[in-house]
């Protein structure tokens, strides 16, 4: 995978393309693990997995905190982690 630097993102997240920065990545995959998300978070995103709708994954750190359906429809948390989280969060809203 790409590693990218903080200012490439936005491009990377833009396309849907995969990429791993220094705390942030995004895939065309769902990992396992869930991080820090809620439950009922974490429910829907694995639901939407289960049915094979997910196309791609932003994740801070090792919390997903963005994802794209294969509707095109985009979700990105409003739950706060920490500061860091929160810039990704802003990527994700406004290039995703």
């Known amino acids: 995978m790409k590693q990218a630097t903080y200012n490439a993102i936005p491009s990377y997240l833009a396309k849907l ?12 995959e769902v990992a396992s ?3 820090r998300m809620p ?12 049915q094979d709708r997910v196309t791609y994954v932003v994740y801070s750190y090792h919390t997903p ?6 509707d095109g429809t985009r979700y990105v948390t409003e739950n706060y982690y920490s500061k860091t989280t929160s810039r990704h969060r802003e990527l994700c809203a406004a290039y995703l």
């Open 39 to 50: 439950d009922s978070e974490w429910w829907t995103l694995r639901d939407s997995r289960d």
């Open 17 to 28: 393309k995969p990429f791993t920065g220094n705390s942030m990545s995004g895939r065309h």
């Open 33 to 35: 693990e869930r991080g």
């Open 65 to 70: 905190i963005a994802y794209v359906l294969d």
